[in-house]
């Protein structure tokens, strides 16, 4: 069970979500279509692997939850 329309069940919505709070962060702006892959090119090199790893351990835990929910919505 992984939904699609539950992004929280998904830990690529999380990578996703810290790509682009780094890609963005300080409210920079790119000038031009390079400079934006250039920013997330680096970003993507300097991401931590560990936080991508910890996102992937969770998804079980999510899921189940999302399961109780779902079982209490349909009592």
Same mark, same amino acid.
């Given at each position: 069970?992984?939904? %699609?329309? $539950?992004?929280? %069940? +998904?830990?690529?919505?999380?990578? !996703?979500?810290?790509?682009? %709070?780094? $890609? #963005?962060?300080?409210? !920079? /702006? %790119? *000038?031009?279509?390079? &400079?934006?892959?250039?920013? *997330? ?9 560990? $936080?991508? &790893?910890?996102? @992937?351990?969770?998804? +079980?835990?999510?899921?189940? *939850?999302? +399961? +109780?929910? @779902? $079982? &209490? #919505?349909? /009592?």
């Amino acid at each position: 069970m992984n939904p %699609a329309n $539950v992004p929280k %069940a +998904r830990p690529i919505e999380d990578c !996703w979500g810290n790509l682009k %709070a780094k $890609v #963005y962060e300080g409210d !920079w /702006k %790119a *000038i031009n279509l390079k &400079q934006l892959e250039n920013k *997330i090119c680096t970003c993507l090199s300097n991401m931590d692997p560990k $936080v991508v &790893q910890n996102d @992937v351990k969770t998804v +079980r835990s999510r899921l189940d *939850i999302i +399961r +109780r929910h @779902v $079982v &209490q #919505y349909l /009592k």
